[in-house]
């Protein structure tokens, strides 16, 4: 059974860093892209970033370009999420994700982050 799980969650003032984790088990993700995506209160969920299976392609939505830096681990099938000055309108669930391409299949339960102004 695939499970992924999401750590590094809480409450930060503007301008303040987090670093969010998710750790992906339960079959082999060898090709898969990771991603995160993030959901505001009462809005859609939304895709923040995503990273290639070598990590050498990344990509994010225009809004935390420059602030946040996805990053991932193979041998510990992990994905992360740095999150630097941080703004109140980044307070949402993150949600991890992970596919073959073209589209995510599996996906985590999600962290709560609040961003405090």
């Known amino acids: 059974q695939v499970q992924l799980v999401e750590s590094g969650g809480g409450l930060v003032q503007a301008g303040g860093s987090l670093r969010l984790s998710c750790a992906a088990s339960g079959r082999s993700f060898v090709g898969y892209v990771m991603g995160w995506f993030r959901q505001a209160p009462g809005k859609e969920r939304k895709f923040v970033a995503g990273?290639?299976?070598?990590?050498?392609?990344?990509y994010y939505v225009d809004s935390v370009k420059g602030r946040f830096t996805i990053s991932r681990d193979n041998a510990k099938n992990t994905v992360y999420l740095q999150m630097n000055s941080l703004k109140p309108e980044d307070t949402a669930v993150y949600y991890c994700a992970v596919g073959p391409g073209g589209g995510y299949n599996y996906w985590g339960k999600g962290t709560l982050v609040t961003v405090s102004s």
């Open positions: 990273v290639s299976w070598s990590g050498g392609t990344t």
